[in-house]
C-alpha cells in the first residue's frame, strides 16, 4: 500500500451534474498529480497541484479544475459532466523539495466515476 | 509532446518463462521512466524505475533496460509468477517538464497461466 488514499471509491452521476473527488496524498509528500484513466488505457495527465498551486496541466478543459490544501490533501472538480467523463481517477502524490525534483509517484487506488 | 508506444497489448506466459514488455518514445529529453503494475480494482503501483544516465537497473526477478539511441525501453520479468499476472504500464516524464507529467503508454495485459 502506497499511503495514498481517495474517496469515494465509487460515483455514479448523470450529465450535467458537478463531482468533486479527494486525495490525501502520502505521508510527507507535498505534491499531489491528478489522471484520468478510460477503461482499458493508460492514465492521462489532467493537472498537478504543488504549494497549493496548479503546477501543470495536461490537454483537459477548464469545467477540470483542482485544490491543494495546506495539509497537501488536494481535490478535482468536474463540472458540466459529459458521459465521456466516466473513467477511473487517480491521483499521485511525490515529494518536491527546494532545488531537488523528486520523480517518484505513488499512486492512490482511484475513484471509479460512472456518467449516466 | 510526448509519445509512449507499449508492446504487446496482451502476453500469456506459462509460469517460470521470461515475460518482455517494450515501450517507445518520442521526446528525446525524457529522462525518467517508471512502470507501474495495476491489478483489477486497484491503483497502479511503481515496481521498478530507471533514469535515462543509467543502462540497466535489476531488482530482484524485474529487470529494466532503456537505449536513449533508440529512444526505447523494455520491462523483463524473468521466472514469472501467476501473481505476476496484471496489467503493465511504462511511463516517461522530461526533466524540464511539469513534474510529474507522465505519459503512460496504453498498458501490457499479462497472464501467467500455471
Known amino acids: 500500500e502506497t499511503g495514498v488514499t481517495q474517496s469515494p471509491t465509487h460515483l455514479i452521476k448523470t450529465r450535467g451534474q458537478q463531482v468533486t473527488l479527494r486525495c490525501s496524498s502520502q505521508s510527507g509528500h507535498n505534491t499531489v498529480s491528478w489522471y484520468q484513466q478510460a477503461l482499458g488505457q493508460g492514465p492521462q495527465f489532467i493537472f498537478q497541484?504543488?504549494?497549493?498551486?496548479?503546477?501543470g496541466r495536461g490537454n483537459f478543459p477548464p469545467r477540470f479544475s483542482g485544490l491543494q490544501f495546506p495539509n497537501y490533501s488536494s481535490e478535482l472538480n468536474v463540472n458540466a459532466l459529459e458521459l465521456d467523463d466516466s473513467a477511473l481517477y487517480l491521483c499521485?502524490?511525490?515529494?518536491?523539495?527546494?532545488?531537488?525534483?523528486?520523480?517518484?509517484?505513488?499512486f492512490g487506488p482511484g475513484t471509479r466515476l460512472t456518467v449516466l | 509532446g510526448e509519445n509512449v508506444e507499449q508492446h504487446p497489448s496482451t502476453l500469456s506466459v506459462q509460469e517460470g518463462d521470461s515475460a518482455v514488455i517494450k515501450c517507445t518514445y518520442s521526446?528525446?529529453?525524457?529522462?525518467?521512466f517508471p512502470w507501474y503494475k495495476q491489478e483489477l480494482g486497484k491503483g497502479p503501483q511503481l515496481i521498478i524505475d530507471?533514469?535515462?544516465?543509467?543502462g540497466e537497473k535489476k531488482d530482484q526477478r524485474i529487470a529494466v533496460t532503456l537505449n536513449k539511441t533508440a529512444k526505447h525501453f523494455s520491462l523483463h520479468i524473468t521466472e514469472t509468477q501467476p501473481e505476476d499476472s496484471a496489467v503493465y504500464f511504462c511511463a516517461a516524464s522530461r526533466k524540464t517538464d511539469s513534474w510529474g507529467k507522465f505519459q503512460f503508454g496504453a498498458g501490457t495485459q499479462v497472464v501467467v497461466t500455471p
Open positions: 521526446d528525446s529529453a525524457s529522462n525518467y
Open positions: 499521485a502524490s511525490s515529494l518536491r523539495t527546494s532545488g531537488r525534483r523528486s520523480d517518484t509517484q505513488y
Open positions: 497541484y504543488y504549494r497549493e498551486e496548479e503546477n
Open positions: 530507471i533514469r535515462s544516465n543509467v
